[in-house]
């Protein structure tokens, strides 16, 4: 469901768009007052709000300040029964996305509601994208500095374990090194898929971490070698 917020102080007019637009499938809250619409904002979190500029207590100017000290803030469409250019200009400087004059046209208002709607959704789905994005970017970052670290420790035990295994008689130590040796040739070719990776398994939980993909990773670089 979408959530709506109306701030409007004509009780006719209010009970009037909340009958409609909750018959078009929306949540509505509503509100009459600066004061009301400030305690709705914190607490329904809608998508639109509908705002009236003229209320008893204050003005919708004071709302649409309001609107943009809210971390996810919703679209303003602004109503006003006056015809001034300045009164109109002021709303759209302050961040109102539409405006609507009074009487309001159902149509009118219909599309407008649409196109503020889908705005949020698609400004909803890029901040989304950029926040995987980074998420993606500071996981590369982190691979690439724990797999320098490691393959130098790497480099260490590889070359003892040389120098040991050209100096043991015993064949089963001499074995055992053997498979030291093949298990950190092993790590190094992993750690080389980790510098770099850049494929990502993104759990369907958006507040979890991206998940590493090594071997999709490795296959990717197999593919730049060969073509």
Known sequence: MQELLIVEDDVILQLSLTAMLRRDGYTIHAARSVAEARVLLMQAHPLVVLLDLGLPDGSGFDVLNQLK???????????TASD???VVIEALRLGAFDY??????NDLL?????????????????????RLRAAEEAMRATARAAAHHLSQHLTVIMGEAQL???????????AG????LRATE???????????????VIN??????????????QERRQEQRES
């Open 110 to 130: 219909r599309t407008a509601l649409r196109r503020a709607i889908e705005y949020q959704h698609l400004r909803r789905q890029a901040n989304e994208n950029a």
């Open 177 to 180: 090194l053997d498979r030291i």
């Open 204 to 217: 369907a939980d958006i507040d979890s971490e991206p998940i590493l993909d090594i071997a999709a990773a």
């Open 100 to 105: 609507l004059t009074k009487p309001l046209n």
């Open 186 to 200: 092993q790590a190094a070719y992993t750690l080389s898929g980790l510098r770099s990776a850049r494929h990502f």
């Open 69 to 79: 000290e809210l971390h996810t803030p919703p679209l303003a469409i602004v109503t």
């Open 164 to 174: 040991l295994q050209e100096e043991v008689q015993d064949d089963e130590l001499r």
């Open 84 to 86: 001034s250019i300045a």
